[in-house]
């Protein structure tokens, strides 16, 4: 089940399990995610549809800015995240889920590499 379903803060909103369409709830716009092991780096997540993708305005010594974070579909939650090598050497795709806790408060998970989560920046 869905950490949408039954959510207070999402009036007017569908909840979020995979199979529902979301493309009434827009995440387009800023975050702040706190990356493990880094500091706090902004992302700007552009939506067409139920596609999101997330690129790093900040980044790191991983995965740069203006490289894609990760990618992900509203309506199935499936995603896949970008990991990287310092100094960006040998990047690639692993799959990944994305997690909307509320209209301003989202995670995505890299299999085997851990969460991050994200808070809109207004």
Not at 17 to 45: P, T
Not at 91 to 100: D, N, R, Y
Request: with cysteine; glycine share 10%.
């Amino acid at each position: 089940m869905s950490p949408l379903t039954n959510n207070p803060s999402l009036t007017n909103q569908q909840p979020a399990h995979a199979g529902s369409s979301l493309s009434v709830l827009d995440l387009s716009g800023e975050w702040i995610g706190h990356y493990r092991g880094h500091f706090d780096q902004v992302v700007k997540i552009t939506q067409n549809g139920d596609t999101i993708e997330a690129t790093k305005i900040t980044g790191d010594d991983h995965v740069p800015a203006g490289e894609v974070t990760f990618k992900a579909n509203v309506t199935t939650l499936s995603g896949e995240g970008q990991v990287a090598e310092k100094e960006f050497r040998n990047p690639c795709f692993v799959p990944g889920k994305l997690t909307i806790h509320s209209k301003d408060r989202i995670a995505f998970c890299w299999e085997n590499c851990g969460t991050v989560e994200f808070r809109k920046d207004d």
